[in-house]
């Protein structure tokens, strides 16, 4: 059964103004937004995939990526189809849009008591709300997070940013820890490659950084020749440092060739540490190379004695000497949320 939205108001001829994300919708009685999951029905908008769940499993918080959150916890991880950005170079194209774009929106009735019920069973300290974009399944969200909350569980976004301040002081009730895409630091690429804007997720990032308690992370797709010349990351680098703070990760993601750019090739690995570089040469404190077997640079160290702190192999925690959020050599505080 669809589910009345939140956040819009009517507006003239029974068209609906949506304010959940930055496409701002005014869409006409009969007709959906931009992410073909919310619809106007007579004046009245509708969250059509608020009981079409599409996924729901227990993932390591590190997959999220989140790393200054309850490390080695597991996070129940949820997703329904949709997506309000259109990315050419979408992981999760299948679930995100392609067939929500035919018009068919796929899913199981799970209840968000369910939903709860399961994250406590399979010993999880978070629900995660992933894989495709959270914001436009906010309804669904919302339900579980105040529910998870009552529950003792924490909840999560892995989110493009690109919520309205509406929308985020609508979930800051309950939501705990978001990991934006920082995607690049050009309109040009969000436009070609996103069919969104750059503007609206920087607000986001600065304002969830300044106005709310949600733990903040980045991640940023390299892609080769799009987005990873020197210059535009030095630009990103020194917006994350200056509007939000150095306290707050910054992951750096490989690439590898899929949906429409299946003929591209992976990230190169100099890339990838050349971003790494610039990252900490803008003085972000932690910074964190992913999708890279083996590499140092997914642990944590100490940004002021560099001391090992927390040793990553992949997605596990191998050890995790923070106590009481300090590094246990030089006292340091550790910013994050319940570190050890
Ligand atoms: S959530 Fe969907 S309907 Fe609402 S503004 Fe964004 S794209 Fe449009």
């Known amino acids: 059964m669809p589910e009345q939205a939140v956040l819009w108001e009517a507006a003239q001829d029974k068209k609906v103004q949506c304010f959940l994300c930055a496409h701002r919708c005014l869409i006409p009685e009969g007709k959906s937004g931009r992410c073909a999951v919310r619809k106007n029905n007579d004046g009245v908008l509708y969250s059509l995939n608020y009981d079409k769940v599409i996924s729901a499993n227990p993932d390591p918080i590190e997959k999220k990526p989140l790393f200054h959150f309850q490390p080695a916890s597991s996070s129940f991880s949820i997703a329904t189809m949709g997506c309000n950005f259109r990315c050419e170079f979408c992981q999760n194209w299948q679930i995100s849009h392609a067939i929500v774009d035919a018009g068919v929106i796929e899913g199981q009735n799970i209840s968000p008591e369910q939903i709860v019920d399961a994250a406590i069973r399979y010993d999880c300290k978070s629900i995660a709300y992933t894989y495709t974009e959270p914001t436009i399944f906010m309804e669904l969200a919302a339900d579980c997070g105040k529910l998870a909350r009552q529950k003792g569980l924490k909840n999560v976004f892995v989110s493009n940013g690109y919520q309205t301040k509406e929308a985020i002081d609508f979930a800051a009730e309950w939501l705990d820890a978001i990991n934006i895409d920082l995607k690049a630091f050009s309109e040009d690429y969000y436009r070609r490659l996103c069919k969104a804007k750059l503007q609206p997720v920087l607000e986001t990032i600065e304002y969830i950084a300044k106005n709310t308690n949600i733990w903040l992370e980045t991640t940023t797709l390299l892609l080769p020749d799009e987005n990873d010349s020197d210059e535009e990351l030095k630009r990103l680098t020194e917006f994350l440092v200056t509007k939000a703070g ?75 000497k923070i106590e009481n959020s300090l590094c246990p050599d030089c006292g340091t505080k550790i910013a994050g949320v319940d570190l050890g």
């Open 246 to 320: 150095p306290d707050y990760p910054w992951h750096i993601s490989r690439f590898y060739p899929q949906y429409k750019y299946a003929d591209s090739v992976p990230t190169p690995t100099a890339s990838l540490q050349r971003a790494y570089e610039i990252g900490k040469r803008a003085g972000l404190r932690y910074v964190y190379l992913g999708n890279v077997p083996g590499s140092k640079q997914e642990n944590t160290y100490c940004y002021n004695c560099g001391q090992l702190l927390i040793e990553r192999v992949g997605y596990n925690v191998a050890s995790n």
